[in-house]
């Protein structure tokens, strides 16, 4: 079994090395910046990034993607997501757990 400190060593993993994120409107991808990224009280990991105005108007993100420093895609996942032309913007979280099997 795995020690307390190798679990932790691979959650750091994630928020170390994860440091931007892409969502897709249409056929285009935007990359953000990650705003977050931290161990939870309860062990999880939680990436977060915003989808704010770059794209004008109403817009549906069909699709949310982690990437580490090297460029290297982590993680995607299909989305709907509708955002009104009114609103700010959307925080949009990714949360993993880690467990050993």
Known sequence: ??????MTALKNCFTDNIVSAKYKVG?????VPIQSAEILSDGRVAIMFLIDHTVAGDITITEVQLYDRNG????????SITRKAMQEGIL???VFTITEN
């Open 72 to 79: 290297a895609l982590w993680a995607s996942k299909t989305e």
């Open 1 to 6: 079994m795995l020690t307390s400190t190798a």
């Open 27 to 31: 056929s285009t991808y935007y990359q």
């Open 92 to 94: 949009y979280r990714f």
